[in-house]
C-alpha cells in the first residue's frame, strides 16, 4: 500500500512539474537568470582588462582626424570633392577608399547591387567610375550644377542596373560595363 501512494505522489509530481504552474518554472527561471549574471560578469571583467588609449589609438586611425581619408577609411563628402568627384545630394553619400583604389571597373560588390535600390549603394561605384576616367573620356566640368550631377547620377544608376543584368545574364558571351560621359577632374 505504501509502495502505491509513494508511486502517486511521484505522478503527482512529476505532471505537475510538467504542467509548469510556476513550481518547475521558477528554478528554470532562475538558472537563465544566474546565466545572464555570470555572462555579463565575464563580460564586465573582459572591459576592465581593455586598454582603452590603446583602443582609442587604433579607432583614430581607422577613422582618420577629422574624416579625412585614410588608407581603408571612408571618403566622406568633403574629400570626394576634394578629389574632384561629384557627390550627389542625399543621405548616405560616402564611400571607401577601397572604392577609389580599386582598378576601374572593379567596384567593390558592384555586381551585388540590386535594381532600383538606394542611391547609396551606387556611391562606391560611381566614385570608382570618377577616380579612374581618363581625360580621354571626359566631358566638360559639372561640378558646380547639382542638378547635372543629381540628374548625371540617377543615369549612372540606370547603367549599372542595366550592366548587372546584363553581366547576369548567363546567355551572354560578353562582360559589360559603364559607359558614361563624365567631367573633366585633371
Request: overall charge positive; proline content about 4%; hydrophobic content about 35%.
Amino acid at each position: 500500500m505504501f509502495k502505491y501512494l509513494l508511486l502517486l505522489v511521484l505522478v503527482v509530481a512529476v505532471a505537475n512539474a510538467g504542467r509548469g504552474d510556476g513550481r518547475g518554472g521558477k528554478a528554470k527561471d532562475r538558472a537563465k537568470a544566474a546565466a545572464k549574471d555570470a555572462a555579463r560578469e565575464e563580460v564586465r571583467d573582459r572591459a576592465e582588462d581593455v586598454d582603452r588609449d590603446a583602443a582609442r589609438e587604433r579607432a583614430k586611425e581607422a577613422k582618420g582626424k577629422h574624416g579625412k581619408a585614410v588608407e581603408g577609411g571612408l571618403l566622406k563628402k568633403k574629400v570626394l570633392r576634394k578629389m574632384g568627384i561629384p557627390v550627389p545630394s542625399g543621405k548616405g553619400m560616402i564611400a571607401l577608399q577601397a572604392c577609389a583604389d580599386a582598378p576601374f571597373g572593379e567596384s567593390p560588390k558592384m555586381n551585388k547591387i540590386k535594381p532600383g535600390a538606394r542611391a547609396k549603394y551606387y556611391m562606391c561605384a560611381w566614385v570608382n567610375f570618377h577616380a579612374n576616367i581618363g581625360d580621354d573620356k571626359a566631358s566638360p566640368d559639372y561640378s558646380d550644377d547639382q542638378e547635372e550631377i543629381d540628374s548625371r547620377f540617377d543615369l549612372f544608376r540606370t547603367c549599372v542596373d542595366e550592366v548587372n543584368e546584363a553581366n547576369n545574364d548567363e546567355s551572354n558571351t560578353h562582360v559589360s560595363g559603364v559607359n558614361l560621359p563624365v567631367q573633366n577632374l585633371r
